[in-house]
């Protein structure tokens, strides 16, 4: 259900929270946050969630899949402060004032949180892999990929695999910054076969942001300026244009 102000969007977590009885100290994650269409541009931060959720680090991804608004017992859990600092490429959006994050973290920024992947018992990976995997079904889409794969999550991936989990085909493709950790599990020769309805399709090297985040790369500046405020904002290469040459090479 899509909410659309601040107000809404923390009723409906509660909400969530409340009907799953989540207790204190477990995550709580929601999707679809959308900094581009917030009323008056009052936008979610770290203190809303603060207020809700005194207990549980809570994390709420934005629509490009780009980035996430952390509370502070999340951003301590995944490891950003005052001192941490913006990487190229990167957005963290600072309270006025202060160097403290104020919760929108994205693109290079962001890989601290989705390098983490919540535990899960076998029992739970399987359940979850049908689930997913249903959904593509009953729309009639036979094969899915998986665009950005880090190691646990294609561990995940490859246990649900070797379990008979997989309903449809699924593509992996590493993400660079994962590469030589996965070739250590899955070397090129084992790539672009088929096992179980699960193959390794190639790399995924993000060059630049989303234009839903605010964060793709353009030669004029946005109408709106950037996720954090910035003026003539014209987004940013998530690595050195050297450092992309040298990955693709």
């Given at each position: 259900m899509r909410r659309k102000d601040v107000a809404s969007i923390v009723a409906e977590i509660k909400k969530f929270a409340t009907d799953h009885k989540i207790p204190k100290g477990e995550l709580i994650r929601a999707y679809g946050y959308d900094d581009t269409v917030m009323p008056n541009g009052r936008l979610l931060n770290r203190d809303d969630l603060d207020a809700a959720f005194p207990d549980n680090p809570v994390r709420v991804e934005h629509v490009s899949m780009h980035g996430v608004v952390l509370n502070s017992l999340a951003l301590k859990k995944y490891g950003y402060s005052a001192e941490t600092v913006t990487p190229p490429g990167g957005v963290i959006v600072r309270k006025e004032g202060?160097?403290?994050?104020?919760?929108?973290?994205?693109?290079?920024?962001?890989?601290?949180?989705?390098?983490?992947?919540?535990?899960?018992?076998?029992?739970?990976?399987?359940?979850?892999?049908?689930?997913?995997?249903?959904?593509?079904?009953?729309?009639?889409?036979?094969?899915?990929h998986e665009g950005a794969t880090q190691l646990a999550n294609f561990e995940t991936m490859k246990r649900a695999t070797d379990a008979g989990a997989n309903i449809i085909d699924v593509i992996a493709y590493p993400f660079i910054t994962d590469l030589d950790k996965i070739l250590a599990e899955s070397p090129v020769s084992e790539w672009g076969k088929y096992d179980k309805r699960f193959k390794v399709g190639g790399v995924k090297i993000t060059i630049d942001g989303s234009p839903q985040g605010r964060t793709a790369f353009f030669t004029t500046p946005y109408l709106t300026g950037g996720p954090g405020g910035e003026k003539n904002w014209t987004g940013e290469l998530t690595f050195p244009a050297d450092m992309v040459n040298q990955m693709v090479k």
């Open positions: 202060t160097n403290e994050p104020y919760g929108l973290i994205m693109e290079s920024a962001f890989i601290p949180v989705t390098e983490q992947s919540e535990p899960m018992s076998p029992e739970e990976e399987i359940e979850a892999t049908k689930a997913g995997q249903l959904l593509y079904a009953q729309a009639g889409i036979t094969t899915a």
